[in-house]
């Protein structure tokens, strides 16, 4: 059977629109944030082929509150850019609520995303990347002032993370029931742990 022979309703996939806090995002499709990636001009090529949620490639909050040319050229959006999506990174409550409060404030963004995915080794090992939910207070402590600080905007946080650090040390139900606690709007898993890259 060839799909041209398919009654039409078996060809069309239908799919509710994906929510996220206010913003409705019609067709359910989130790109991946990727450092070096998907940057303004990767964006707009998404663009033509429809709509989506397409995030930022990671900027890092310290760099972002020192407003390095790098990291404000990370969080540049194109001006048709409908929502505006920025994946942070940080590794303390303070530092991280000063960028995101700084994002709400100055209207830089439609949608946040923290990245607790990265499971480069020399990142993990000190505990951040892909490590960090397993500091449970800690991990708790910025998404909570993540969330409150993207309130203030009515700017929905999400969060992204791994499985766990290695199969003998899995995170993730835990750090989703916290984040969901916590009031994030949705929360992305990256199948895999750390260890299996
Ligand atoms: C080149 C590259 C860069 C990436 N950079 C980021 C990043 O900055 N932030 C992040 O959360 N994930 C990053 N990722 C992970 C992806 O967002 C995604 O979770 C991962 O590729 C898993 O999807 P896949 O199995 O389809 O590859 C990166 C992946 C690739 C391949």
Redesign the pocket.
């Known amino acids: 059977m060839t799909v041209t022979d398919l009654p039409a309703s078996a060809t069309k996939l239908e799919l509710p629109p994906l929510k996220l806090g206010n913003i409705t995002v019609d067709t359910p499709v989130v790109l ?7 940057n303004t001009a990767f964006r707009r090529l998404c663009r033509e082929y429809g709509g989506g949620l397409y995030v930022s ?2 900027v890092t909050s310290r760099a972002l509150v020192e407003r390095t040319p790098e990291s404000m050229r990370i969080i540049a959006h194109d001006d048709d850019e409908k929502v505006r999506s920025v ?1 942070l ?1 940080g590794v303390d409550p303070e530092t991280v609520g000063r960028a995101v409060r700084m994002l709400v404030e100055e209207d830089r963004a439609d949608h946040i ?1 923290l ?1 607790f ?2 499971p480069v080794a020399k990142v993990t090992r000190k505990g951040g990347g892909a490590a960090l939910p397993w500091k449970t207070d800690l991990f708790t402590g910025i998404v909570q002032t993540a969330v409150r600080e993207a309130a203030k905007g009515n700017v929905p946080l999400t969060i ?1 993370m791994r499985k766990g650090i290695d199969d003998d040390h899995l995170t993730y139900l835990e750090a989703g029931r916290m984040a969901r606690d916590a009031g994030v709007a949705a929360v ?1 898993l ?3 742990t750390a260890s299996q890259f």
């Open positions: 991946a944030p990727m450092a070096g990636i998907t490639e990671m994946q990174y995303d990245n995915g990265c992204k992305a990256h199948g895999r």
